[in-house]
């Protein structure tokens, strides 16, 4: 079997206007969606976050791997290596590294494909399942009103539950709280994660002791400025929530701040924005900058390396959990047969799919049950890309005119002058 053509297609996915310590949230989340065809025509599928720096480089990489084995993954990535650049994360709370993306997209669809021509999921080919369930958390935004993108999610005056919840505004704690409570009665989570550093900290400890006071104590919760506070700020915010708290997610910037700060906490600290590659873990065992890595197989460069991340999370005591950015099912289907082949204990993983739901590309959506998603039993990803919504998605594409994600943009619109900051409080 030869990889004999590839398409890529830029897509784009209604996102209601989530508040972020970066800013806010654009009417539309970017992907890339990519197939590979092989020459015996089985497609194989991946989906990564999408700009158009990233598909520039992804369509170079996938110049150079036409005629390619998809089984010889790592002559597919030795070409792939001699187009790469050098690659900086970026200080904001998302991932700007194109190549670890290419990387991702390419591996996850070699994958899809090899699994179809043999009968077998990719968690198989992973080494096999050590879950059958894997369980992802609520993610709460602060967010204005609003439903997100012409084609967005429902309007309908007479919606209830988390279809009203989603298009509502979530400024306070109460709204925090109602969110909550619409999308996990809806998906049945049971954990609980706010994207903080939107307001001073003092207004997101209220929030999060609400959480507390609804949800009681059997519900985990977590909560993610993003970098944006002072080490002494998150010092005083982490004994403020101690108790309160499964962990605190990147309170500060740079793994030495990290460090500074989990000396003085009890809660452990997590993080996807301080150690998010390799080479980063020396310095963070040296310091123990953190207790939890979020992994993330678009930004660790795919799921072979996302499972050497957990093993050098076992053999230096890390606990592991699993990143979100603003996806759609191919994603959500490869994160659901990592996680299920990870031997790891795993924190109940991120998703924003609840977001995105409605607008997926799949034919039949893979469905939450009691929190989790099960495992995909059917060939490669065991999903069935929608054609016909894809393309749809991709007029969406070219209708909105966004070629790269800037959220300090959009808020703009609301507040002229606001400038993002690394650190804020």
Not at 116 to 125: E, I, Q, T, W, Y
Not at 258 to 268: Q, S
Request: proline share 6%; glycine share 8%; charged share 20%.
């Amino acid at each position: 079997m030869r990889i004999a053509d590839c398409h890529i297609t830029p897509v784009a996915i209604p996102d209601p206007p989530l508040l972020n310590a970066a800013g806010l949230h654009a009417p539309y989340a970017l992907r890339l969606i990519i197939e590979l065809v092989s020459d015996d025509g089985i497609s194989g599928w991946g989906e990564i976050p999408g700009s158009e720096t990233t598909r520039v480089a992804l369509a170079q990489a996938a110049e150079r791997i036409i005629g390619g084995d998809p089984w010889q993954l790592n002559a597919i990535f030795a070409r792939i290596d001699k187009l790469a650049q050098p690659d900086e994360r970026g200080a904001t709370p998302w991932d700007n590294r194109a190549w670890v993306h290419v990387r991702s997209a390419i591996e996850v669809a070699c994958y899809d494909l090899l699994g179809k021509a043999v009968g077998r999921p990719v968690v198989d080919l992973l080494g096999g399942a050590v879950r059958e369930r894997v369980p992802f958390a609520a993610y709460l935004f602060y967010k204005r009103a609003g439903a997100g993108g012409e084609f967005g999610f429902e309007r309908d005056p007479s919606a209830t539950g988390w279809r009203a919840a989603r298009a509502e505004a979530a400024l306070d704690p109460a709204g925090i709280v109602a969110q909550a409570q619409a999308m996990c009665s809806h998906y049945g989570f049971r954990s609980i994660k706010l994207k903080g550093g939107v307001f001073p900290p003092d207004e997101e400890v209220a929030a999060m002791l609400a959480l507390r006071e609804a949800f009681g104590a059997d519900i985990p919760l977590r909560l993610d400025p993003n970098a944006i506070w002072r080490v002494d700020t998150a010092i005083a915010v982490g004994k403020k929530l101690l108790g309160v708290l499964e962990y605190l997610e990147d309170p500060v910037r740079g793994q030495v701040n990290m460090a500074a700060v989990a000396r003085e906490l009890e809660t452990p600290l997590a993080t996807n924005m301080c150690t998010t590659s390799f080479a980063d873990l020396p310095g963070s065992i040296q310091r123990a900058s953190e207790a939890i890595i979020l992994s993330d197989h678009h930004f660790w460069g795919g799921l072979r390396a996302s499972l050497g991340l957990a093993r050098v999370c076992r053999v230096f005591g890390r606990g592991l959990s699993m990143h979100s950015n603003s996806h759609l099912g191919i994603s959500l289907a490869a994160m659901a047969h990592l996680a299920a082949a990870t031997p790891n204990d795993l924190y109940d993983c991120d998703t924003h799919y609840p977001w995105q739901d409605g607008q997926d590309l799949l034919a039949k959506p893979l469905p939450f049950e009691d929190g989790s998603i099960m495992l995909p039993r059917e060939p490669g990803l065991g999903i069935e890309v929608d054609r016909e919504r894809l393309a749809q998605l991709h007029q969406n594409y070219l209708n909105c005119g966004l070629t790269e994600r800037n959220d300090e943009i959009e808020m703009q619109k609301l507040k002229p002058g606001w400038e993002f900051q690394a650190t804020r409080w």
